[in-house]
């Protein structure tokens, strides 16, 4: 194990890699985000007109805090998720679902929305 400041990476070669189910929800999550600031900012470039003032301003904040919160929420489960128990690391999966689903709910009303 690589062990630094008392944080552990986990990079045991000999057990996967150290990788356990939290530290790979982490790695989704971090790129998760990545992709969601880029769907972001191409749908707001494409429907920024379109969209009322109040409805850009939510859409705005949306693109900044979500890709910021999965991008810490990921990074905290690669360099801690080894500690979690089973019952936390179930958690982070259905909340990984969660996300998920509103994601796909999202991209599926804006594509109804856009055929209209």
Known sequence: MFTLAQVNIGLDIG??????????????Y???????????????????TRLTSWALSLY???A????VLMFLSGVILIFQGWRLDPILQFGQFLSFLIIIYFGIKDIVINAVYRNR
């Open 30 to 48: 971090v790129l998760l985000g990545a992709v969601y600031l880029i769907i972001m900012v191409f749908f707001l470039v494409q429907r920024a």
């Open 64 to 67: 900044i805090f979500i890709p």
């Open 15 to 28: 057990s996967l890699f150290g990788l356990n189910i939290a530290s790979l929800l982490g790695i989704i």
């Open 60 to 62: 705005i904040i949306q």
